[in-house]
């Protein structure tokens, strides 16, 4: 998943930014300054929720997804985000991407044939 294609996110205030930006423009954090493992999952969390909160009551499987991809930003080995996201691909019609979430989820990052 690229940077470019979602926007670049500020770990604070979840606003995008761009590459040449150091400091967020929104709310003044240091986008040079690493996160630690802990603050990462976190707000994967926080975006995983919400895209889970979305698809669950069935509102805006693209707001979902968007969700879910900038999730998978902060933790891109979480199984749950993968599978997730899976989930809904398939709800809004991309099978193929779906099932290659699907084998993401599993650690097998072949391509569908």
């Known amino acids: 998943m690229s940077d470019w294609l979602l926007g670049l996110r500020c770990p604070d205030c979840g606003e995008k930014f761009s590459e040449?930006?150091?400091?967020?423009p929104h709310c003044g954090a240091d986008l040079e300054e690493p996160l630690e493992e802990g603050d990462r999952r976190s707000m994967a969390k926080q975006y995983m929720d919400k895209?889970?909160?979305?698809y669950d009551r069935n509102w805006n499987n693209e707001e979902a997804l968007?969700?879910?991809?900038?999730?998978?930003?902060?933790d891109p080995d979480s199984a749950e985000a993968h599978n997730l996201r899976g989930l809904i691909l398939d709800t809004i019609g991309e099978t193929e991407q779906a099932i290659l979430s699907y084998r993401e989820e599993h650690g097998a990052f072949s391509t569908v044939e």
Do not use: E, G, P
């Open 51 to 54: 895209a889970k909160k979305i």
């Open 20 to 24: 040449d930006d150091r400091i967020c």
């Open 66 to 74: 968007s969700n879910i991809d900038i999730a998978l930003q902060f």
